[in-house]
């Protein structure tokens, strides 16, 4: 009895531990910060508004995010940054602790000659909600941390009669350049302002408010290389500089609330979330967050490198949409009008070219309560610039990638049941497809299809409408709207107009409707031919809301394998104009970019569903990595992440609105997902292996269960799902075209 007992009481102890096991422990932020993986590198909370992280010198693509791992100089540390984008922005707010320096520039050329420091890899370290690192230079350390508004610094001093700390306004990232700025001494320890600028996005204004635990011994102004010991000064770039002295060791904080509407929202929201000097209280609550959200899924595996990845993956896919709500309810509008609702948490920053792919269909299984607020954000945008968002940054419409982007997250969201005003989102939509807002559109709905001679990227525009108009068309469906049904149903199809017989590619088409010649279906110039950072071979495969057609189109399933086989073998060369987006390549398929992201998955939809594991597990194996040049491509917001979130369960939304995931390769033994509704899911795969990747047949709650795919509707159930692998295909598993997945599953 005594070792029943003690044997009880140990399992108790153990599934506790595991109950309570640290998330974050698992997710390096450093991963993807090298090569062209663009991650931001910092202190943030989920989703949160502020992202608080250093800042090195621009210099060139590969520091978008203004952090790159191979560097070592660090200008500053801001509260706005970007995450996998392909465009830099943001980088702004910029305080930098200092001492005996007078240099009133940062000394982009030569750092020495500025007041930037150098820093080693061996004394930095980021973990979620945490950036430390120490300043050679000055011999302090900086510690970071975020609340979901505001940011928290730490700055541990040496011994100095000349310490201080430079509030740089002036200073942005990549495209950035400030326009208007404006800092305030209030008193002693408060400073205030704003920075007005124009880069990616055209017009942007962030407010601030900064505590010091320190009162100034001092405080100047530089302007245009003029200094100003007036309290207050307004200009296109004003640096500040809060001077005192320090002991050795000495800490001394700064609290920084964000705003997008005014300097009094920035101060309430600094006030309301950080209100003592208990950085660790913060920390800790940032990092609270991050394991509630990392917790929503439970892997079991034994190869820790695989739950770094994993768990890393997840915590990237939460660093993007950023919260764009004070904490008193006003937000900043497309319009540039302030607007005050408590009804929902505005969002801004929707990479939607990306993230409508993989990224907003896993918020539908993870993050159920941000869904609704997401949509409504977007609609906000719609009726405050009079059309759905494209790629939208700090209230701001940058128009960056084709398609209306922002049409299948909305339509998912609507068919999955998410409790929205159908009638105002199908509104919006139908506005955006159909009004003279988005390149092309005009030629569509008068000719069919976007003539070549009209306007560069013409087969990637109009096959991204054709992905959105078939959302559009399954949403009349299901309001009751049968012209528009068959309307967007016949525009859904516009794809076909691409597809030249004779090549068996999709390709730019004239307004005489000849080709545009000469073809060379690997040409992929970068943002001037007929696609979009992609070429004739990735582009063919871009109808995952119409697999079946792109089958008939091919000559049925036989030859669509063979085509599909043959992008996976063929020789990965581009040539010299190629889009440096075009990465991760296994023959012309690339990874790196995310047209190609479901394309693997096609063969699903053609009765070879075995095809696809070795594929996914090439993937996931080779082309996500735990080192900080982890990643084959642009994060993208989260999408990259999401692709692997998705894929290693086991699963994949190939049509991003139609509710169903199909089955892949399950990378963990074992898979235990929270879903809405205290529901569990559970995935399981016996005799999983490195070696044993295809499915020999699968169960759902204890039942045979021979369809290729697995819908929304049937995970939110709960129950387990479980995978027998084996080392063999089997051949016949999905193969009957009733077992396949099928474009309409509602």
Known sequence: MNKLIVSLFILLIFSCNKFNQDYTEFVDPFIGSDDHGHVFVGATTPFGGVQVGPSNFHKGWDWTSSYHYTDSIIKGFGHLYLSGTGIGDLGEILLMPTTNNDHTKPGFNNYEKGYASKYLKKNEYVKPGYYGVKLERYNIDVELTASKRSGFHKYTFPKSNNSRIIINLKEGNGWDISTETFLEKVNDTIFQGYRYSKGWAKNQKEYFSIVFSKPADSFYIIEKD????????????????????????EIVYAKVGISPVSIKNAHENLLAEIKYWDFNKIKNSAKKSWNDELSKIKIETNDISKKRIFYTALYHTMVTPNLYHDINGEYRGADDKIYKDNSFSNYTLFSLWD?????????????PEKVSDFINSMI?????????PVWHLRANETNTMPGYSAVPVLVDASLKGFNLDLKKIYEAVKITATKNFEPGVKELMEIGYIPADFMVESVASNMEYAISDWGIAQLAKKLSKPEDYEYFKKRSKAYREYFDPETGFMRGKLSDGSWRTPFDPISAEHRVNDYCEGNAWQYLWLVPHDPEGLIELLGGDKAFNKKLDELFSMSSELGEEASMDISGLIGQYAHGNEPSHHTAYMYAYSGEHFKIADKVRYINNELYTDKPDGLSGNEDCGQMSAWYVFSSLGFYPVNPSNGAYVFGSPLFDEVLLDVPGQNKFKISAKNNSDKNIYIQSVSLNGKDYKYSYITHKQILEGGELKFIMGPNPNKNFGKEKKYRPKSIIY
């Open 380 to 388: 906000k945008i719609y009726e405050h610039q009079g059309k759905l």
């Open 226 to 249: 003029k200094k100003f010991t007036t309290n207050r000064k307004k200009g296109s770039g004003v640096i500040g500089f809060v001077n005192f002295k320090t002991n050795d060791k």
């Open 355 to 367: 993230t409508y792919r993989a990224a907003h269909p896993l918020y539908t299984i993870t993050h």
